[in-house]
RNA sequence: GCGGUCUUAGUCUAGUUUGGUUAGGACAUCAGGUUCCCAACCUGACGACCCGGGUUCAAAUCCCGGAGACCGCACCA
């Protein structure tokens, strides 16, 4: 009935996808299951090729290290980090309609129950909490059943004798956190440093539908960015101060406003649009990405999250939109600052000491009462227990023992009675050179999946009733098609010595003798290979070659000796299509 | 999870209302022919009723259960 699907970009990139072999629904032969996919050889080139654009972006021009850790993981990393608590949701299903909601979203509602006090209820407090304010369906006043937890993340036992729960990591980032010590390390301790980790990430979504949007299992790239509070200032702003991002903002959001404001980020930084100046360095790159992987700057956006849509552990967050053709804005990486929050969660949880130290400019020079048993003293009056006394009086705050041994000629601490003679009280100077701080972090946190889907998409045209994929020619996952114009009076042999010649100097290069050249052009074009060299009778008499540009569809002829080096400046981006060769035909 | 619609070769689809011969087509793919640059043409080949159960002499078609897809609701920390 609803035919607009049939006609919709994204069923049309979904089969282009499946016929070509970019990805497709995984376990297919057992029925499928919803939300997991396959990336197929292109596909799988083409993520690769995604993912190494980030890395170019992150790790190589900003110097922020990768890593790569399990995707289990035990139960107490998520229970430090409060995932366990917050990826649950009670939730109630009305016993007449069988409509489900979200009990504490109700509770807030109908019975004016904030959802911070929520979340501290029980099952049963929050049914009794419904029963008592009467709250029923909304749609249709029925009465709901008992409320019911849903965790969506998967859980699992580590080993083989049932006891130590395991989750399967809904992000990237706790792996990250978990290993902050030795990553610190590594970066000689010093801040600000970033690490990033590119890596699968699963979560039971209730109903995944939206083919790469939403999987229950994705690549997710975390990266977290460590910096001092104190030093907030981003080194690397410079570079890209006046790039100019669209972002709704909340205030605008709230008024149910879709409308943008653009600025640059200069300005969001000045104006305090944007609290850290590293989120919207991250927020800079992360447009920066989008538009080389083909996404143009009228379709991308930034939105900045409200209070109740903000993760938990979040203090400002931004979400990077793109505008697809089915869904309109979908999120493709989220932008968040979670300040502390998580390496104080792990230290509390774990005991660890993740805080850095920090030398102060110039030492600060303290005087302080120190107290200081004389143990000559205290070794005859208290004998065995003398050892117990002398801790305890240096755990016991010097002011204060001072001050009673004045007054009182005495201070009790446990069950001694300490007096004057036996401790020597002065005034001591410290000098202090530093101090112990928890750093704060910025996250970028991109869904790989979604860029790929977004950058299948944008680079899906029609020409002339023909699909092609007009992939950035650095994303392409074929480089270079080489064909014989016939397979036939040697052409194929040719043909075949410049397939290797390009193919050893690490060109990714397809061979294609089948069909009519325009078939074999037309292939080429939906796999999305940039360039297409053909083998024709003139190569035969003076060795030179026509280029086909997927684009344009123009050619130039160039000498066979010259590809390599010609090739590899186009995909590096130094030269351009008409740079290749001399132009045939227009 | 709930309700609705749906599932036929690599892809798109006809056929299901009213059960009945060998499940038809297009494109793609492969082999051969033809072809001096954009899905041409000729010959041939390969290839499918989502899974399980039931009703029936007989099931792609009817019934039940399951899986998956799409739409709406809810969910997406």
Known sequence: MDDSGKESKFTAVNELAKRRGFFWNSYEIYGGAGGFVTYGPLGTRLKQNIENKLRELFVKQTGIF????????????????????????????????NKRFRADHLLEEYAKISSTEAEKMSLNEIHEALEKNGVTCPDCGGTFNAPQQFLTMFVTTIGPYAGATGYGRPEAAQGIFVEFNRLYAMAREKLPFGVIQIGHALRNEISPRQG????????????????????????????????????????????????????????????????????????????????????????????????????????????????????????????????????????????????????????????????????AKLGPAFKKEAGKVAELLSKADPEEVAASLKKNGHYTVGNYRVLPEHVDISLQKTVVRGSRFVPHVVEPSFGSDRLFYVALEYAYRVKDGRVLLSFPRDIAPVQVGVYPLMSKDGLADKANEVRKLLAESGLMVEFDEAGS?????????????????????ETLSDGTVTIRDRDSWQQVRSPIKDLPELLHKYFQGKLDFEDLGTLLRV
Request: charged share 30%.
């Open 66 to 97: 990768e890593m790569e850790s399990s995707a289990i993981t035990p139960g107490k990393v998520f229970e430090a980090s409060g995932h366990v608590d917050h990826f649950k949701e009670p939730m109630v299903e009305c016993v007449k309609c």
């Open 517 to 537: 050249i325009g078939r074999r052009y037309a292939r080429a074009d939906e796999a999305g290979i940039p360039l297409g060299i053909t083998i024709d009778y």
């Open 212 to 375: 790469l949007i939403r999987l229950r299992e994705f690549t997710i790239a975390d990266l977290e960015f460590f910096f001092d509070p104190e030093e907030p200032q981003c080194h690397l702003l410079r570079q890209v101060e006046n790039e100019t991002l669209r972002i709704l903002l909340a205030e605008n959001r709230l008024k149910d406003s879709e409308e943008t404001v653009e600025l640059t980020v200069k300005d969001a930084v000045a104006k305090r649009i944007i609290r850290a100046e590293w989120q919207a360095f991250f927020m800079a790159m992360a447009k920066k990405l989008l538009t080389e992987l083909g996404v143009p700057a009228e379709k991308q956006r930034f939105i900045e999250k409200l209070p109740w849509e903000k993760a938990h552990y979040s203090s400002q967050s931004f979400d990077q939109e793109v505008y697809v053709d089915r869904w309109g804005w979908v999120e493709v990486s989220g932008h968040a600052y979670r300040t502390d929050y998580d390496l104080t969660c792990h230290m509390k949880a774990s005991g660890a000491d993740m805080r850095v130290y920090k030398e102060y400019a110039t030492p600060v020079e303290k005087e302080q009462l120190a107290v200081k048993p004389v143990m």
